[in-house]
């Protein structure tokens, strides 16, 4: 079951990078350094967002009946 579109798919993989490259830039540590595990909740929203880019699945979007993809033409 496919509900995530290539648009969305884009924007999720470009997010989930940012995400998950943030913490370990040492530009960003001086204004990230008093947000402690406020890094990991980066990381994890990171691979999350990776991950349903990847499988073009997104359980949230599952629940609440959304798809961004085209419709499969029978």
């Known amino acids: ?3 995530v579109g290539s648009i969305d798919r884009s924007l999720r993989l470009l997010l989930g990078a940012t995400l998950i490259a943030a913490p370990f830039l040492h530009l960003l540590d001086d ?10 909740v980066m990381l994890g929203a990171g691979v999350a967002m ?7 699945f997104c359980p949230a979007y599952a ?6 993809c085209q419709t499969e033409q029978s």
């Open 1 to 3: 079951m496919i509900n």
């Open 31 to 40: 204004s990230l350094a008093e947000f402690g595990t406020w890094k990991y």
């Open 50 to 56: 990776i991950g349903t880019a990847i499988f073009r």
């Open 63 to 68: 629940l609440f009946g959304i798809r961004t």
